[in-house]
């Protein structure tokens, strides 16, 4: 017999001592909140994919637009409100440093959707845009 623990729901904005979405041991307001509200940029590609999974995870729209790149952004993002993310594992990363103009990660996002289990695996792509790191595309899908 296997036992299940629950899983926790996404954290609000609000509640500023919630886990960060993201994985990293850290609150949510100290981790990739401070890039949501605008006052800090991430400083890597990585920083910058997390910072967008949390986005998904709370739902921030204004976020993930402002971090994709502006030749791949699309006009509109409608973020699927029966849609829960529960888990990012990042898998590797290619270049996406300080000193860096371009990077990659390559991670796992579970997520729930209708009560029914699910894993993205995406190769993401970064570039610095006006001195910021901004995502620019993706390969991969649900597996």
């Given at each position: 017999m296997s036992r299940r623990?629950?899983?926790?729901?996404?954290?609000?904005?609000?509640?500023p001592a919630a886990p960060c979405p993201c994985g990293l041991?850290?609150?949510?307001?100290?981790?990739?909140a401070r890039f949501h509200r605008g006052p800090a940029s991430a400083p890597t590609a990585e920083a910058l994919m997390r910072s967008r999974y949390s986005a998904f995870a709370v739902r921030d729209r204004e976020y993930l637009l402002r971090t994709w790149h502006p030749g791949t952004r699309p006009g509109e993002l409608?973020?699927?409100?029966?849609?829960?993310?529960?888990?990012?594992?990042?898998?590797?990363?290619?270049?996406?440093?300080?000193?860096h103009t371009e990077g990659t990660v390559a991670?796992?996002?579970?997520?729930?959707?209708?009560?029914?289990?699910?894993?993205?695996?995406?190769?993401?792509?970064?570039?610095?845009?006006?001195?910021?790191?901004?995502?620019?595309?993706?390969?991969?899908?649900?597996v």
């Open positions: 623990r629950p899983r926790p729901a996404a954290p609000s904005p609000s509640s041991p850290a609150p949510y307001a100290d981790c990739c409608e973020l699927d409100p029966a849609l829960r993310w529960r888990r990012l594992e990042v898998l590797s990363t290619t270049g996406g440093s300080p000193f991670f796992r996002a579970h997520y729930t959707e209708r009560g029914r289990e699910g894993v993205l695996e995406e190769h993401s792509r970064f570039t610095r845009h006006g001195g910021a790191w901004v995502y620019l595309d993706a390969s991969g899908g649900a």
